[in-house]
């Protein structure tokens, strides 16, 4: 049973810099890429940003250069280093991992439950 679990989230001003962190638990075949993504009330889940397996780096246009993904193998973590934050990154954060859950399988989504990052004065 894969399980991701977020942490890292909170309130902090516009300016300022949060790290989101996610551990994954489990067992799978292969893994395809870890990611965040973002849904802001109202909105569509969006991207945020994604780490493939052979370490390509894919970041929305509204995070490039302010964001920076990034994987810890040993520990099973990825994590996102958030600076520079707007109000408008204010949204629940989730981790996804695409993998194989097995040789005979196609990938398959996993998620987290969310974190809420707010960015307020």
């Known amino acids: 049973q894969v399980q991701l679990v977020e942490s890292g989230g909170g309130l902090v001003q516009p300016g300022g810099s949060l790290r989101l962190s996610c551990a994954a638990s489990g067992s799978v075949f292969g893994i395809v890429l870890m990611g965040w993504y973002r849904q802001a009330p109202g909105k569509q889940r969006e991207l945020v940003a994604s780490?493939?397996?052979?370490?390509?780096?894919t970041y929305a246009d509204s995070v490039k250069g302010r964001f920076t993904i990034s994987r810890d193998n040993a520990k099973n973590t990825v994590d996102l280093q958030m600076n520079s934050l707007k109000p408008e990154d204010t949204a629940v954060y989730y981790c996804?991992?695409?993998?194989?859950?097995?040789?005979?399988?196609?990938?398959?989504?996993?998620w987290g439950q969310g974190t809420q990052v707010t960015v307020s004065s």
């Open positions: 996804k991992l695409l993998a194989y859950p097995n040789s005979a399988s196609l990938p398959r989504e996993y």
């Open positions: 780490l493939s397996a052979g370490g390509t780096t």
